[in-house]
Each structure stands twice: as structure tokens, then as C-alpha cells.
């Protein structure tokens, strides 16, 4: 009996993969889950709660995520990228939330994006994707999604903090202990840098063509 097929897409934050996992899923008629989104929801309920990260334990929070909380609109915002950062590096939260993600995707599969798909939820995927982008891109591409003003006096200084800011959460997530961030050894890298999210696409699609879907 084949395997419910499983495409891991992981990379840092803002380098294309949430829209690629997105359009995959629904390209391939799959199940789509945002794993970050979870961590961010625990990290917006340690800070709605008063607790620092930094300081306090989260898996009384973790296992208080519900659907509900992954809809908020407040959880792609700086406090909330730095929040996420540190409750994924305790490993009592993500002993709760390893059980969410391969629930999700037993049964039917499923895309899921994230930081560590690859390596440690579904090490055995038939597809691993890791995308990635240079640190300017990557937070011109937030700045531009998160900004108010795209003509702003200032814009060059904000788009310059956005790139500190990804970068400190990059060397947060690669340095961790627990599940750092880094392509699984087997895992396909698709740089956009210079591709337009068509272009990924079609490539990630290739891939995906190549590698799992004559065996699934």
C-alpha cells in the first residue's frame, strides 16, 4: 500500500516557502499546515499572558493552541518573530506540537512548511524543500508585506532593521540545540533570490514530479 505523500518545506522566515507550501497544496490537492504559525500562537499567548519567553517555561501555553489561535492577525510582527524564535528552542514545546504536525499529514499527507520538517517531523518525506534567500531580500520582502506606507521617508532604515532582525532569528534558529534550522542532507534547495513565486513553483513541482509522485 503507497505512503500518503508528505512534502517537507522548510528555510528561514521570508524566504518564499509559506507561499510555495500553499500553492503546492493546493497544485497537488493536499492538506496545507503553517507549522510556524504554531509556535508564533504560543508565543502570542506568553506575551498576552505577561511571560517572557526568555524566562519562562511554554508548554502550558502550547498545549493551549487551538485553531482559533493560528487565525489571529497579530502573530507576523516583530515581538511575536522574536517570541517564536525562543519557545521553539524549549524542547518541552515542541515534544507537544511534534504530535500536532505528524497527526496532520498521516492519514491524507499533506504540505507542511516549517523549520524543521525535513529533519525531524517526517525525516522520511518522499519531498524536502529547503528554500532560502539572501538576508536583503528576504527583509525587503517582509518590510513590503508588513508596511503601511510603501513610500515611506524612512523606508531604506525600517527595510535595514527588518534584515538585523532576520538575521538574529537565523543565527537563533541554526544555533539552537533543539531542532535547529539547516536543509535536511537529502533535501532539494531552491534559492529565489531571482525567481518569481511562479517560477518557484514550477520548479518545487518539478521536483516533486521527479521524486515522489511515480511512487506514490
Do not use: N
Request: aromatic share 2%.
Amino acid at each position: 500500500m503507497s505512503r500518503a505523500l508528505v512534502i517537507a518545506v522548510d528555510g528561514p522566515a521570508a524566504a518564499g516557502k509559506g507561499t510555495l507550501a500553499r500553492r503546492l497544496a493546493d497544485a497537488l490537492g493536499l492538506p496545507y499546515l503553517d507549522t510556524g504559525l504554531l509556535y508564533r500562537a504560543v508565543g502570542r499567548r506568553m506575551l498576552d499572558a505577561g511571560l517572557d519567553p526568555a524566562a519562562h517555561p511554554a508548554d502550558e501555553q502550547a498545549r493551549r493552541v487551538t485553531p482559533e489561535d493560528l487565525k489571529r492577525g497579530d502573530l507576523r510582527v516583530p515581538e511575536v518573530d522574536r517570541a517564536a524564535s525562543l519557545v521553539a528552542a524549549q524542547q518541552a514545546v515542541r515534544a507537544i506540537l511534534v504530535d500536532v504536525q505528524r497527526d496532520f499529514a498521516r492519514a491524507a499527507g499533506g504540505v507542511l512548511d516549517g523549520r524543521d520538517i525535513g529533519t525531524v517531523i517526517f525525516p522520511d518525506a518522499q519531498v524536502k524543500l529547503f528554500i532560502t534567500a539572501s538576508p536583503a531580500a528576504r527583509a525587503r520582502r517582509r518590510w513590503e508585506q508588513l508596511a503601511t506606507d510603501l513610500h515611506a521617508p524612512d523606508r531604506e532604515a525600517q527595510i535595514a532593521r527588518v534584515e538585523a532582525e532576520l538575521v538574529a532569528r537565523d543565527a537563533a534558529d541554526a544555533g539552537r540545540a533543539v531542532a535547529p534550522l539547516k536543509a535536511a542532507a537529502d533535501a532539494v534547495v531552491i534559492d529565489t533570490d531571482h525567481l518569481t513565486a511562479e517560477q518557484v513553483l514550477v520548479e518545487a513541482l518539478r521536483v516533486v514530479r521527479a521524486g515522489a509522485l511515480g511512487t506514490v
